[in-house]
């Protein structure tokens, strides 16, 4: 036998009752996960009992109910049975059932006596008619129609009801003419002063960023394998600590020798990507040799690759420099002129120059802000998002935190981060 539960959508997933006992829920550690809140934490559970499924209510908030009762105590489950827990619909099926035969529906019983109420032409009140079974017999005398006298006493008092609400609507207009007239006027404020047009952007400024991708709304998981698709986008994006956790809500035993495979390699990324981090600080603070030893740890990496090769040159590139190269500093007017025409090509469509200009600018000062903005930007508009997003990175570790530009490149990285997983959740067999 297997359970078939049905959520307020039709969507519908099938558990084996393959255990003696199964607990339903809202908490994730139930066997049957039912994250809706008006399913209890632990909300019911099912037992074997010599061969018999007996459901069992556990004190929850809104009842469990069998087929439209709700139970007390602990019932047998047969075939045909509909259980109701919240929004969800569970039904006791075979294992031969498929899944999208429909769950059994309650038969709603309909009253032996209805009313029925006569259509007629004129407009006095009439009473509602009772049909009544075969063999009975009503007093006509009850049901007859009310006499004249009661009908001209309703008019009378409709009559008093009209003219009693005109009088309150005058008054209440008298009232407020009279009020309007005492009330002061006030006396007339300043001329407010006409506000100077807001400028134009400078050239100081940054250009907008592009590639904007949709935003992806995100909805929380249920079943294994969206647990597993979530984790999956958090390791295409890069957040392997938030994958790691993800992937710990998968239990299903089906899955568990995926889920260890993707531990495995998600715990090693997330290390890599903590060895980038370290290594890239050594190589800032004139450490080549110990950043070479830091970026030992991120030996085999895929996530981090591009990283991993940006930082290897520029650690070979600083040993093999001189002694006095390396002590040589740049003065700042050289840094600010390099970013200057690099800012001036791109502004003048020459990406590919400006590009040169601020790698030139990052090479004499690896700590330049504002070079690392403008070389991302450069990346963005000539497509390679994978180094755009690496410098925009560098960007926000680097600039003040009342920098204009941090908010445009938060919004790139998180419309960036949505995309890769919008496409991995498409590429995602279905399970």
Known sequence: MKLVIEDDEGRRREVPLDRDEITIGRKEDNFVHLPERN?????????????????ED????????????????AVPLHDGDLVTIGCYGVALRPDEVPLDMPLPRMAVPEPAIFLKSDVLADTAPHPVLPVAPAGAELEIAELAPAPRRARRALGVVGLGLFLGLGAALLLRARDGDSSRQ?????????????????????AA???PLELSPPTVPASRPS???????????????????RALRLLGSVRDRSYQAEVQSLRRTWRAEAAAGRAVKSARRELDLGRPGGALRKLDAARGTRAWAPEVSALRAEIGAALKAPRKGRARTASPAEIERLYREGKTLYDAGSVTDATARFERCLSLDPRHARCHLMLGTSYARAGDTTRAEAQYRRFLELAAADDPA??????????????????????????
């Open 39 to 55: 399913v209890s934490r632990r909300h019911a559970r099912l037992l074997r009992r010599n061969g018999t499924v007996v459901l």
């Open 58 to 73: 556990l004190q929850s908030a809104n009842g469990t109910q069998v087929n439209g009762v709700r139970i007390q105590e």
């Open 182 to 202: 005492k009330t002061p006027s006030p006396p007339p404020g300043p001329v407010a002063e006409a506000l100077p047009p807001i400028p134009p952007p400078t």
């Open 205 to 207: 400024e940054p250009p």
């Open 223 to 241: 079943t294994p394998t969206e647990w597993l698709g979530a984790a999956r986008s958090a390791a295409e994006a890069r957040d392997f600590e």
């Open 406 to 431: 941090i908010p445009r490149v938060k919004k790139f990285l998180e419309d960036s981060d949505a995309e890769k997983k919008a496409r991995a959740s498409s590429a995602m067999p279905q399970r």
